[in-house]
């Protein structure tokens, strides 16, 4: 009976030390950090020192910034491993070249901190305090999601994305935007426990991720402080068949899920969306693509256009969208 008893003992003694040799990303301090800010990496050595620079200066101290380094063959990683060696907070993952989804539902697991923050390698927060405030007003007013204003800047000229007039609670319900997931933080534990990720996509995965989040949650408080800069490009000149296909199945995704959950002004946002002129310039380099084509026509199937003239009377799908149906109604022949 002895020897049974210190047997099991042992076991759970040597699970013990073992799970916590293996955990290396966890901080030397027991405490845990009040926020996890994670930044996905690949090659962005030109803008990363100015990124890691507005995070390791914000005057909440108590965080760790988990760099997930995505395969990149620039100087990326050595600049990480430079401000490691000054920042005991900073924690580095290596992986093969796997997208931003994957980088960021990694940070998401391995993370610590009461609440997650996600910031861009060519993006920064804007002034040191940023992360204290969204803290600060997250506990103070008992929210799972907080939310201050970012700036946009193309070629040195200021844009405001989205921004908040009026501090306090927003019901998601009077909401309904899809973007700009990056200016707000999310308890991390309603977002492991309802796992809430970033689908696989090369593109417009963060909109799932924020519609989810904020969906679940109901509501979020909003500071009407800017606290995120973000650095706009021009994205038309990077678009290949891949990035096409995931834009158009994560609109799906998006229209399917705000059908469900009765979202009626984020579904009519997404239809004119997709019925935009950026959207569709985008797509009119792949009209040829059968692949492309098909996503498009499952789109235009699921959309109904009598709950979207429900908004708008006026809504007329674009020329572009009917010659693609017209055609495939050709060949259904």
């Not at 405490?31 to 990363?48: A, C, D, F, G, T």
């Not at 861009?120 to 204003?149: H, M, Q, R, T, W």
């Not at 002004?265 to 009119?284: A, C, E, P």
Request: charged fraction near 25%.
């Amino acid at each position: 009976m002895f020897y049974q008893l210190f047997v099991f003992l042992f076991l759970i003694l040597f699970n013990y030390i073992n799970s916590n040799k293996n955990d290396k990303l966890r901080l030397n301090n027991s405490k845990i950090p009040k926020i996890s800010v994670i930044i996905p990496i690949y090659n962005m050595e030109k803008y990363l020192n100015e990124s890691l620079d507005s995070v390791i200066t914000q005057t909440l101290k108590d965080i760790e910034i988990i760099c997930i380094n995505d395969g990149s063959i620039d100087s990326s990683l050595k600049i990480l491993k430079e401000y490691e060696k000054k920042d005991k907070r900073i924690k580095i993952i290596n992986q093969n070249n796997s997208g931003v989804a994957t980088s960021r539902n990694r940070g998401i697991n391995v993370s610590n901190g009461e609440f997650i923050a996600f910031l861009d390698p060519d993006d920064k927060f804007i002034n040191n305090s940023s992360l204290e405030n969204l803290y600060n007003a997250a506990i103070n007013n008992n929210v799972l999601i907080c939310g201050g204003n970012s700036n946009s800047y193309v070629n040195g000229k200021k844009k405001k994305l989205d921004h908040f007039k009026k501090e306090g609670i927003v019901n998601y319900s009077n909401f309904q935007k899809p973007y700009y997931f990056w200016k707000y933080i999310y308890n991390s534990t309603f977002i492991k426990k309802n796992k809430i990720y970033f689908p696989n996509y090369s593109r417009f995965q963060d909109p799932i991720f924020f519609v989810r989040a904020m969906n679940e949650a109901k509501n979020f408080y909003a500071l009407p402080q800017v606290v995120h800069y973000y650095r706009a490009s021009n994205t038309n000149k990077k678009m290949n068949k891949q990035k096409i296909m995931d834009t158009l199945k994560g609109m799906l995704d998006i229209l399917k899920y705000s059908d469900k959950n009765n979202l009626n002004i984020l579904y009519y946002y997404i239809v004119n969306q997709f019925n935009s002129r950026y959207i569709i310039k985008m797509i009119k380099k792949f009209k040829n693509n059968n692949e492309v084509k098909n996503q498009i026509i499952k789109i235009i199937t699921y959309i109904n256009l009598k709950k979207v003239k429900r908004r708008n009377k006026k809504f007329k799908l674009n020329k572009f969208y009917k010659k693609i149906m017209k055609f495939q109604k050709k060949l259904d022949l």
